[in-house]
């Protein structure tokens, strides 16, 4: 609940603005939220037991939709770019 919750703030701040994208990349939250959703990964792609708890992970869910918040933004779709493995979330 504190990860869906902290993910959900991230992308909350640049919805309406990029004013604080340039702090979010500075500071990592791009890569933040991207680690999230790795760590929540099932290791093997068979496991369809874990694929289904990634699935319904809300922490997942926020991440994913705050990454696509911040990517609205050419500061940070540009970070995202740069850093590769951006398209691995898809």
């Not at 340039?22 to 791009?30: F, I, K, Q, S, Y």
């Amino acid at each position: 609940k504190t990860r869906a919750n902290a993910a959900g703030a991230i992308g909350n701040l640049v919805r309406n603005s990029a004013e604080l994208c340039g702090v979010m990349v500075r500071e990592g939250a791009l890569q933040s939220l991207r680690g999230l959703v790795e760590s929540r990964l099932p290791r093997a792609e068979a496991d369809t037991a874990a694929l289904a708890q990634f699935v319904a992970d809300s922490s997942v869910k926020i991440a994913l939709f705050s990454l696509g918040n911040l990517a609205v933004h050419p500061e940070c779709k540009e970070e995202l770019l740069c850093t590769g493995r951006a398209a691995d979330l898809c």
